[in-house]
């Protein structure tokens, strides 16, 4: 890895106790010792993480992201939404603030993921001027872009009208891996007002930044399976694959 990246985690206090792990996978296990970040709030205590990471990283804060009166009131009244109960999942659209063009690179994983294998490897595949991500629907893309959205909603029709939501093609959220070239001044703010028109993400950030990377600012394309002769994320534990990151640590059913 010759570039300049810092891999990034968020958490606000509910998700505070799952970062002991993940800095331990990424400096033990996934052998990287450059910068890490905490993105969280302002409201999040982080006393307790001080007691045993190391100078290399850093809490970065920001303020809790808030929309207006109606799109809150679309995106709490969507079945199945994450809005109610996940509301700091927006957190994420600060991933794209000019703050973190001081790298080159930024990686970004959950912070319940498991890096299982050195992560050195999957870090030297940066891509210029791209935002790789895996596929939600992989391996079959047997799901399409509109299942992130309220079909219900009156916004529904003129969302489809604007967006190819057949596309198979889109991305989840819980591992992106992007050149800090593809931020700009205002791309959060963007990503804000791209949900006041459309309140309907049942997925929360998930379902916006499908929209701003795959058609208003088409940077998006697909993590690459392999390197080396791993796997670099499946959601599930292979029985074929070693893989360098996964979601669950029990074998894919």
């Known amino acids: 890895m010759k ?27 996934g052998k990287y010792e450059g910068k890490i970040i905490l993105l969280t709030d302002f409201d999040t ?20 992201i808030t929309f207006s009166e109606n799109a809150n009131k679309h995106l709490n009244k969507i079945r199945y939404g994450r809005n109610k109960k996940f509301s700091f ?9 000019e703050y973190f063009k ?10 319940n993921m498991k890096i299982k294998k050195n992560i050195l490897p999957l870090l030297g595949l940066a891509n210029k001027g791209a935002l790789y991500a895996p596929y939600d629907a992989y391996p079959n893309l047997d799901w399409k872009l509109k299942s992130q959205f309220d079909l219900e909603s009156i916004f529904y029709e003129e969302l489809y ?15 992106m891996f992007y050149d800090t070239n593809i931020i700009k001044d205002d791309t959060v703010q963007k990503l804000i007002t791209l ?5 309907i993400s049942k997925t929360n950030e998930q379902g916006i930044m499908n929209l701003f990377f795959l058609y208003d600012y088409p940077v998006f394309k697909k993590l690459p399976d392999l390197v080396d ?24 059913k």
């Open 3 to 29: 570039n300049n990246t810092a891999i990034v985690v968020i958490a606000n206090k509910p998700y505070l106790k799952y970062f002991e792990n993940i800095y331990n996978d990424i400096r033990r296990i």
């Open 45 to 64: 205590n982080c006393r307790k993480i001080k007691k045993f990471i190391d100078s290399n990283v850093e809490i970065k804060r920001f303020k809790k």
């Open 89 to 97: 999942q927006w957190h994420k659209f600060y991933l794209f603030d």
């Open 102 to 111: 001081k790298w080159d690179y930024v990686f970004y994983l959950d912070i």
């Open 161 to 175: 009208s604007k967006y190819d939501l057949e596309n198979p093609r889109y991305f989840q959220t819980g591992i």
């Open 195 to 199: 949900t006041e028109n459309f309140p």
């Open 229 to 252: 002769t791993y796997k670099t994320y499946s959601y599930w534990k292979l029985k074929d694959y070693d893989s360098i990151i996964t979601k669950k640590n029990t074998f894919e």
